[in-house]
């Protein structure tokens, strides 16, 4: 079973601090995104979070069944976030 | 090993005690939870006048709960021994400190299942004659004594999931992800350190979390561990029958 | 009394840790899936209040600090990367490489605890408490449920590090090692959601 490597995990860390780092931006500038800054938002926070499930936790390398589970775990997060959040701001007006 | 003592009286009473496990809960659901009032818990922001007509209303049926509720809660004890005996055969390198901090601790979650019930039954025999405030805090009493005394529940359910987790059968008394869920359930208790400061929400004693997340992960737990436990007899009855053939 | 201690030896089986694909996977992960799942029925109890009180939890978000969220998810994900670097050291039984690495994870990691108390003293000195309003109370109680395990993360660290330095790291405790990271990574993951929860989805 191969494993992460730490060049691997360096790399996956380099990506999350941008992603980290960039969705923020984004956020103080919504002026670039509009109304989808939020979405943006959300699915860089899924990218982030399935990058620590699939490298740092090493699902990638473990049996189908768990990945699936987890990476549920995050779709349906991030779908019920935004899902309301969107619900939300169209009830507003 | 006592080799004087065969199989039929060692595990004579074993299963009998680990069948109270699903005897208490049923009883306790029916008992505590139904009758009692208990499923959901009356909100904490009724007013006191709210939870005083309940009472005025509804002593009989909150007298016999929680006489049965007092009756059936000692039947964790017996449950809990089922379990103690399991663990003891877990691992024969480990020692008994984990298997009696879960006798300990499940055979004293017995007291506030029963001493919450009695405040409830306190505020159901006079009713009539308390005041509003008086009954609100009885029913209070019982909630804040049931909910917040959790880490004598806990540390029965950590140490099963410790002591499951040191088996070295190929294939496990208790399932690793059984172990896990006990460690898991025991701990999250902890939210229920909020509980005191709200009388609304998600975090009341009657939110969606505190009161049925909660509950329901402590009696999905009695069900897992009592599962485990009756198939836990038949194989240790096996391994203690090849050890006596070799003695 | 039959005592089980005193039983001749268990004829006991190996355990066959290779047997099926399933028995590889810690199970470590039942717990965190669990809690996970626990944290996402907060993720929504919070989008429910929120969606019934839309202006003040966008007033309410506005006044957390975005830099120190910032920081906080910075600071995990480095202490994420670092216990990475312990676990990989541990699997080829470098022992001093693992305790140096677990215990960089565990400093990083305080960082975390430090810009916590910094928040939470400031938001206090400002007279919000978790019962000023809805928001701030999920602020309080998901950050806070978050710094529990963040600090029963931190125990384990702890513990893990003073372990390696008594025993193999890739004998037994190698396991126990897998176990407190993937643990510390259930921390860092659950923050990654919960720093654009707060602090970031009442922007205009």
Same mark, same amino acid.
């Given at each position: 079973?191969? #494993?992460?490597?730490? %060049?691997? %995990? ?19 500038? #919504? ?23 699939? #490298? ?31 619900? %939300? ?5 | 090993?006592?080799?004087?003592? *065969? ?21 306790? +659901? ?10 959901? =818990? ?56 984990? &298997? ?11 007291? =506030?299942?029963?001493? &919450? ?34 880490? +004598?529940?806990? +540390? ?25 869920? &006990?460690?898991?359930?025991?701990? *999250? ?10 009388? *609304? ?39 203690? *029958? ?6 | ?34 809690? @996970?799942?626990?944290?996402? @029925? ?120 003073? @372990? ?21 990574? @259930? ?18």
């Amino acid at each position: 079973m191969n #494993h992460t490597t730490p %060049a691997q %995990a360096l790399c996956v860390w380099f990506l999350l601090v941008v992603a980290t780092l960039g969705g923020t931006w984004l956020a103080e500038h #919504h002026g670039l995104a509009g109304r989808w800054t939020v979405a943006v938002i959300l699915l860089l926070a899924a990218f982030k979070v399935r990058l620590v499930m699939i #490298h740092f936790m090493e699902l990638g390398k473990a049996p189908w069944r768990w990945r699936a589970t987890f990476q549920t775990w995050i779709v349906v997060v991030c779908s019920l976030i935004g899902g309301m959040y969107f619900v %939300a701001l169209s009830g507003q007006g | 090993m006592n080799t004087n003592m *065969s199989n039929a009286a060692y595990f004579k009473y074993w299963r009998a005690c680990a069948a109270m496990g699903p005897v208490f809960l049923t009883a306790f +659901i029916v008992c505590w939870g139904v009758l009692g009032y208990n499923i959901p =818990p009356i909100p904490a922001d009724f007013t006191a006048e709210q939870m005083a007509e309940h009472f005025r209303t509804n002593y009989n049926e909150v007298r016999a709960g929680m006489a049965g509720a007092m009756l059936f809660g000692v039947l964790y004890l017996p449950w809990t021994l089922a379990i103690t005996k399991v663990m003891e055969w877990i691992n024969p390198n480990e020692n008994n400190m984990v &298997s009696t901090l879960q006798m300990w601790g499940g055979g004293l979650t017995v007291v =506030p299942l029963v001493t &919450s019930s009695v405040f409830w039954l306190t505020a159901a025999y006079r009713p009539d004659v308390l005041d509003a405030v008086t009954l609100q805090m009885l029913y209070d009493q019982g909630w804040l004594l049931i909910d917040m005394f959790y880490a +004598i529940t806990t +540390i029965p359910m950590v140490a099963i999931g410790i002591a499951g987790l040191t088996d070295q059968r190929k294939q496990p008394l208790f399932p690793r992800w059984a172990c896990w869920y &006990s460690i898991w359930a025991g701990l *999250s208790f902890l939210f229920e350190l909020l509980m005191p400061f709200f009388k *609304s929400g998600l975090f009341a004693r009657q939110g969606w979390l505190n009161f049925w997340v909660e509950f329901i992960v402590w009696f999905a737990y009695i069900v897992i561990v009592t599962y485990y436990v009756f198939k836990a007899i038949p194989r240790l009855e096996q391994e203690r *029958s090849a050890l006596l053939a070799k003695a | 009394m039959a005592d089980p201690s005193s039983l001749p030896a268990l004829a006991t089986e190996p355990t066959d840790v290779t047997e099926t694909p399933e028995a590889r996977v810690p199970g470590v992960l039942v717990f965190i899936l669990a809690d @996970m799942i626990v944290f996402a @029925m907060l993720f929504t109890g919070f989008m429910v209040e929120r969606s019934g009180q839309l202006a003040l939890f966008d007033q309410s978000s506005a006044t957390l600090d975005v830099w120190l969220g910032i920081l906080n998810t910075l600071i995990l994900i480095t202490s994420g990367l670092f216990v990475v670097f312990a676990v990989n050291a541990a699997r080829q039984g470098r022992t001093r490489a693992t305790r140096g690495w677990l215990l960089a994870t565990f400093v990083v990691g305080a960082g975390f605890g430090v810009t916590k108390m910094v928040e939470y003293s400031a938001k206090i000195e400002h007279g919000i408490t978790m019962h000023t309003n809805d928001f701030y109370m999920f602020y309080y109680a998901l950050t806070g449920a978050h710094f529990l395990h963040f600090l029963g993360g931190m125990l384990a660290l702890a513990v893990l590090w003073f @372990m390696a330095g008594r025993q193999k790291v890739d004998g037994p405790l190698f396991g126990l090692i897998e176990s407190g990271a993937l643990y510390w990574h @259930m921390v860092d993951l659950l923050w990654i959601v919960i720093f654009p929860l707060l602090y970031l989805l009442g922007t205009r």
